[in-house]
């Protein structure tokens, strides 16, 4: 267990209004990531964080805007969600000494 | 283009048969990880192979990485019922880049 929440767990919006996901981590690592997986095809990188405020885009950024004012929370931000954006969504940490990640237990995020 | 393929893409098998899954590239990894999902779980790390040919066990699972490092196999043998999930296999290209994903293998064991 990697100390890693993700809240809310689950959540039903409209298109168009805004969402907000939080990962919080009790073990102060560097590396943080957003994911989003999908039938058909698998995880998928959204944004990660090597620092506070050092954000990077994944390979699906476009929708999606991330902030880390602090290294124990990473959020991610649907500024206007589509219906395309209906998908469950797993935060991950990496632990400073390897590559290896451990991921929470996912929001299911259904956008109507 | 996926940069891991992932084969089976499904595979439905009675408890106590054995099975392979193969996680297959044309690009070199410096590592390569393999995790398994349970429904409504995230992803779970089982084991990291870095070394090309290396061999690793864990209980009746057995991965290996192959000699150039552009691929990968879990062998499950004896396979149960609590086997059951989604296996991904992950490739580290260099240094603090992300992780590479595969598609997964989605395993069903039946009692």
């Known amino acids: 267990d990697a100390g890693i929440t993700q809240s809310p767990r689950h959540k039903v919006t409209e298109t168009g209004t805004p969402v907000t996901l939080r990962c919080h981590q009790t073990?102060?690592?560097?590396?943080m990531y957003w994911y989003r997986q999908d039938p058909g095809h698998g995880l998928r990188l959204i944004h990660y964080?090597?620092?506070?405020?050092?954000?990077d885009k994944g390979e699906v950024s476009d929708g999606y805007s991330v902030s880390r004012s602090k290294t124990e929370d990473f959020l991610l931000t649907l500024e206007s969600a589509t219906s395309s954006q209906t998908s469950v969504y797993f935060c991950?940490?990496?632990?400073?000494?390897?590559?290896?990640?451990?991921f929470g237990p996912g929001t299911r995020l259904t956008v109507l | 283009t996926q940069l891991l393929e992932q084969s089976p893409q499904f595979l439905s098998i009675q408890e106590g048969e054995n099975l392979t899954v193969y996680c297959n590239s044309s690009?070199?990894?410096?590592?390569l990880q393999w995790y398994r999902q349970e429904p409504g779980e995230g992803p779970v790390l089982l084991v990291t192979?870095?070394?090309?040919?290396e061999v690793k066990k864990l209980k009746r699972l057995t991965f290996q990485f192959g000699d150039a490092r552009k691929d990968s196999s879990l062998h499950i043998t004896a396979a149960q019922p609590g086997d059951t999930g989604l296996y991904l296999c992950?490739?580290?290209?260099?240094?603090?880049?992300?992780?590479?994903f595969g598609k997964g293998t989605r395993l069903s064991v039946i009692a």
């Open positions: 991950a940490i990496r632990r400073d000494t390897s590559n290896e990640q451990f």
């Open positions: 192979v870095v070394t090309g040919g």
């Open positions: 992950a490739g580290e290209r260099s240094g603090n880049t992300p992780l590479v």
């Open positions: 073990e102060n690592h560097r590396y």
């Open positions: 964080s090597y620092g506070v405020k050092d954000t």
């Open positions: 690009s070199v990894f410096s590592s």
